[in-house]
C-alpha cells in the first residue's frame, strides 16, 4: 500500500527545507563570521551599517565588502555603522560575486584573517556580497551564517522564484515593507511564500528606513553569540 | 604517483582551482581603461607580451625549481625571483597569490617543509608542481598557461569579447609553448643567470592601477 499524504507533501514532492543548526558551529577562538548577500539594491549595505550601530557599543566588529567600494562607501559606514575604516575591507572580485564568496573564496578568507590578525579579537565579522542575482550563496568555509536580504521592490514573486538565497539562508530578511503599497507588492504573499519554501527557517519583514534598529536582526545574530 | 601526474596537472591548470586568481586581470584591467587592450586583436597582442616577459619569468623559475629539487634554499629562489621585479606592487602581488597557492595546493598535496609563507608565483608553482608530481616542462607550461588565462579571462568579462574566440586565441597562442620549451630548457642553468624580462609599460600601469578609486580586479 502507498503511503498514506497530502498532495504536494508527500516524499517526491517536498519543498527545498533542510534542517536548522540547533546551535552555533565551532568557531575556535575566532570571530562569528556572517554573510549577507542579496540582489544589487536590496539594502545589504544600509543592514550592515544599522547591525554594526547597533552592536558597537559593546561588540567588537568588522566588515568585508565585496561590493565596488569607494572612499564615499567608506565614509557611509564610518557615519551611519559607527565603524572604523581599519575595520572594513574591500575586497575585488573580478566581476564574478558569485566566484568570490562560493567557488573560490581565497581573497575572502584572507581579507577576513588579516581583519582578525590586525585587528583582532573580534566578536563578528560581517561578510557582504557583491549585488547580484538570487543564485548566490556563501561557501560554509567562509561563513558560519548567512542572511539573504530582498526587498519588496524587487518584485512580490522573489521568494517564490526560490533559489539558495531565499531557500537556505539562515535568515531572510525582506526589506523596505514601507514602499509595498507603491510598488505593487503584495507581503502577505511574499511573507507566505518565503516561510512555506524555507519551512522553520526564519523570515524578518522590516524597513530599515522606518526602523533603522534592525531590532529583529540583531537579536538573531545576539542569539548566535550566545 | 606517475597515474597521478596527468589529474594533477589538470587541477593545477583549471582556472577554478580555488587559488583566488580568477579576481587578477594581470594588468588588463588597466590596459583596458588605457584604451591599450579593446578588442580581440589587441587583446592577443597582450597576451603575447605577457606571456614573453611575465610568464617567462614565471616559467624559468617554476621549471628551476622542479628541477632543483630542494637543493637550494627557497628564499635564495625568491630573492632572484623578487629581484626581476621592478613594480613593488606586483611583488605584492605576486606573493599574494603565491601565498594563496601554497595555501590551496598545501590542502591537496604535501608541501616541503621550509617554504617562504608568501613567495613570488613563478617559485610557488615550481613548489606545488614538484610536489603534485609533475616534471619541470609541465612547470613551465602551466606559468605560461596561468600568465595568459587570467588577463584573457578578465577581457571576457570586461569587454564582453566572444569568448569562444577567446579561447579559440589561447589554443593557437604560439609564445605558450615557445616561452614553455625555452623556460624548460633553461631549468640547467645557474639561478642567477634565469632570465627576467620585465614590461616598464605593465610595472607603471601596476602602480597607477593600484591607486585607483574603483577596481573591479584585485591587479
Given at each position: 500500500m502507498p503511503p498514506d499524504h497530502e498532495p504536494g507533501r508527500g516524499p517526491h514532492d517536498h519543498p527545498h527545507r533542510h534542517p536548522q543548526a540547533a546551535t552555533p558551529p565551532p568557531r575556535a577562538g575566532r570571530a562569528l563570521r556572517i554573510g549577507v548577500g542579496g540582489p544589487v539594491g536590496s539594502g545589504k549595505t544600509a543592514l550592515i551599517a544599522c547591525v554594526c550601530r547597533a552592536l558597537a557599543h559593546d561588540l567588537r566588529l568588522g566588515v568585508v565588502t565585496n561590493d565596488i567600494y569607494t572612499t564615499e562607501d567608506a565614509d557611509f559606514l564610518r557615519r551611519?555603522?559607527?565603524?572604523?575604516?581599519?575595520?572594513i575591507r574591500a575586497v575585488e572580485t573580478g566581476c564574478c560575486p558569485h566566484t568570490a564568496i562560493r567557488d573560490d573564496i581565497a581573497a575572502n578568507v584572507d581579507a577576513v584573517e588579516a581583519l582578525e590578525a590586525e585587528e583582532g579579537p573580534l566578536d563578528l565579522v560581517l561578510v557582504e556580497s557583491g549585488g547580484d542575482n538570487l543564485t548566490a550563496i556563501f561557501s560554509t568555509a567562509l561563513v558560519d551564517r548567512q542572511i539573504f536580504v530582498v526587498d519588496v521592490a524587487g518584485g512580490d514573486k522573489v521568494p517564490r522564484k526560490g533559489g539558495p538565497g531565499v531557500t537556505r539562508a539562515d535568515l531572510l530578511v525582506i526589506n523596505k515593507v514601507d514602499l509595498a503599497p507603491m510598488v505593487g507588492a503584495d507581503l502577505t504573499v511574499m511573507e507566505g511564500d518565503a516561510r512555506r519554501i524555507r519551512g522553520a527557517l526564519p523570515v524578518v519583514a522590516l524597513s530599515l528606513r522606518e526602523d533603522p534598529s534592525a531590532a529583529p536582526v540583531v537579536a538573531w545574530i545576539r542569539s548566535l553569540l550566545g | 604517483m606517475v597515474l597521478m601526474a596527468p589529474v594533477a596537472l589538470l587541477v593545477l591548470a583549471d582556472g577554478r582551482f580555488p587559488t583566488g586568481a580568477h579576481a587578477h586581470s594581470g594588468g588588463l584591467e588597466q590596459a583596458v581603461d588605457d584604451g591599450r587592450v579593446h578588442d580581440l586583436g589587441s587583446l592577443v597582442t597582450f597576451l603575447d607580451g605577457r606571456v614573453r616577459t611575465a610568464g617567462r619569468t614565471d616559467a624559468a623559475f617554476a621549471a628551476w625549481v622542479v628541477r632543483d629539487a630542494g637543493s637550494t634554499p627557497l628564499a635564495v629562489v625568491d630573492r632572484e625571483a623578487r629581484a626581476r621585479c621592478a613594480s613593488p606592487t606586483l611583488r605584492d602581488v605576486g606573493a599574494r597569490l603565491g601565498r594563496q597557492l601554497l595555501r590551496t595546493a598545501g590542502r591537496v598535496w604535501p608541501l616541503p617543509p621550509a617554504v617562504p609563507a608568501a613567495p613570488q608565483p613563478g617559485v610557488a608553482l615550481g613548489v606545488v608542481a614538484r610536489a603534485a608530481g609533475l616534471d619541470h616542462a609541465d612547470a613551465a607550461l602551466l606559468a605560461c598557461w596561468h600568465v595568459a588565462t587570467g588577463p584573457a579571462t578578465a577581457a571576457v568579462r570586461l569587454l564582453g569579447l566572444d569568448p569562444v574566440a577567446v579561447h579559440g586565441s589561447l589554443a593557437t597562442l604560439p609564445a605558450l609553448t615557445e616561452v614553455a620549451a625555452a623556460a624548460a630548457a633553461e631549468a640547467q642553468r645557474p639561478l642567477a643567470e634565469l632570465p627576467g624580462p620585465t614590461a616598464t609599460l605593465m610595472d607603471i600601469a601596476a602602480e597607477h592601477h593600484r591607486t585607483r578609486e574603483i577596481r573591479l580586479f584585485a591587479s
Open positions: 551611519h555603522g559607527v565603524l572604523p575604516e581599519a575595520r | -
